[in-house]
């Protein structure tokens, strides 16, 4: 079966959507679309298994502080443009599939046309506790918040992925 990831519509049926996590699942069913449609604070992705949504992955543009960034390289002391994973979750019944990895392929992809249109240097993810080793597993780094962050409790893990460790395609 062939899963397609694209930009969610209005007239996405989210309401079967189960990730297993409350908040996520919250998220999705009654904000992702305000977020996108009526706010423009976000856009979400769906991942679409024979008109059924089996994952999503919601991204906005952000910044960082220089300071912020482990990325090893000298950088300018300003706010530096990033892409923000805001969400990411895959469909109970589909986890295991490979799905999360497709999609946050897919963010990256993102991100690396940000950099060659508009500027950015990476990929930042507020990893929940239960999903920093998938993350890490992805080369993403932890990164210790100066200041703001998410309010979530349990804290998530800010992590950060440099586009310059990802390999450019031809």
Request: charged fraction near 30%; aromatic fraction near 8%.
């Amino acid at each position: 079966m062939t899963v397609e990831i694209r930009v969610l519509r209005g007239d996405d049926d989210r309401s079967p959507f189960r990730s297993g996590d409350e908040a996520l699942d919250l998220f999705f069913h009654r904000y992702a679309g305000q977020n996108q449609f009526r706010h423009h604070i976000g856009v979400t992705y769906v991942a679409v298994e024979e008109e059924r949504i089996v994952g999503f992955a919601t991204v906005a543009a952000a910044s960082l502080d220089a300071d912020d960034l482990p990325s090893g390289r000298r950088m300018p002391p300003y706010p530096l443009p990033v892409l923000r994973v805001a969400r990411l979750a895959v469909g109970e019944s589909e986890q295991g599939r490979g799905l999360g990895r497709a999609l946050l392929r897919f963010c990256v992809e993102l991100a690396e046309k940000m950099r060659d249109e508009l500027g950015c240097v990476g990929l930042v993810v507020d990893a929940k506790p239960r999903a920093v080793d998938f993350y890490r597993g992805f080369g993403l780094i932890e990164v210790i918040e100066a200041e703001g962050g998410a309010q979530a409790r349990p804290k998530p893990t800010m992590m950060f992925l440099p586009l310059a460790a990802v390999p450019r395609r031809p």
